[in-house]
């Protein structure tokens, strides 16, 4: 018989149905990035054992909205758009692990399934949702990439508004942003299929990008706001301080991580 093919299931004998081939994965796109500080509480409720609150500013969010175009290996994907481009919304905190501080995603909102698959096998959290994003445009009406240009963000998930921001451009900076900007520590989890065994799958990971180019950021001015919904926890983490907000193109190659502890198979480093 023959073998079954594909990265991810459903695995065919061509392999062609996986929504999405084995990394690396290559992204380009737009990321509006708002910072702002919330109760550190809220943050601690979100950090599994054994990740604790980061030393500084352990209050510290990131809600990021990008509009992506990503690919595998052989970037066949750009050519049938619709394989390729996604938009995404999602909360970064900060956190410690064995004195190291890394970040972490700890809500994210995706609307295509290729991008939801993808986030199971890396970590992330991921959920549908509906995210939109203002587009720049050297042309007509759309905001180019210069001081005074605004550009609006919503998320929404289950029909329901959970954010929405309004970002204006200031100027160049340095700097993206800092919550977001160290190695991502995720859980992969999996509960066994029988009850009441737990999980079959409790791996800590650490992963990042293997390469990266990006433009000049741009700092800007951020309005912010979260909204209460029946199935939805975002707004627990409610803005007490803004700290800026950012705005960049870039271009990132994701490809594994590193195994920091399993409690299923007994490894770790």
């Known amino acids: 018989m023959p073998a ?19 990394p690396p994965w290559y992204y380009s796109g737009d990321l509006l990035t708002v910072e ?9 409720e979100l950090l599994p054992a054994p990740l604790e609150l980061a030393a500084e500013d352990p209050g510290a969010i990131a809600l990021i909205w990008a509009d992506w175009q990503s690919c ?11 394989r390729s481009q996604y938009k995404e919304c999602f909360a970064v905190v900060r956190c410690s692990y064995r004195g190291r501080t890394y970040s972490r995603c700890v809500y994210i909102w995706v609307d295509k399934d290729f991008a939801l698959a993808r986030g199971i096998h890396q970590g992330y959290p991921k959920k549908l949702g509906s995210i939109q994003l203002t587009r720049p445009h050297p042309y007509g009406p759309a905001p180019r990439i210069e001081a005074g240009a605004v550009f609006g963000a919503t998320l929404a998930a289950a029909d329901r508004r959970l954010a929405q921001a309004v970002v204006t451009l200031r100027e160049p900076t340095d700097s993206n942003g800092f919550v977001n900007g160290h ?7 999996l509960p066994s299929i029988e009850p009441g065994k737990g999980l079959a799958l409790d791996e800590l990971i650490a992963s990042g990008a293997e390469s990266f180019e990006g433009g000049r950021p741009w700092s800007a001015e951020a309005e912010l706001e979260l909204f209460e919904t029946p199935t939805e926890e975002l707004a627990a983490l409610r803005v007490e301080e803004p700290i800026g907000a950012y705005y960049r193109q870039v271009g990132v190659c994701w490809n594994g991580g590193t195994l920091l502890e399993s409690r299923t198979s007994g490894a770790g480093r």
């Not at 079954?4 to 084995?22: E, H, L, N």
């Open 183 to 189: 190695p991502m520590a995720h859980h992969r989890s």
């Open 4 to 22: 079954v093919r594909g990265f991810f299931p459903p695995r065919t004998a061509t392999g062609r149905s996986s929504p999405v081939p084995a």
């Open 72 to 82: 595998g290996a052989s970037k066949e994907e750009l050519l049938d758009p619709v």
């Open 36 to 44: 702002y500080r919330t109760d550190p509480a809220r943050v601690a």
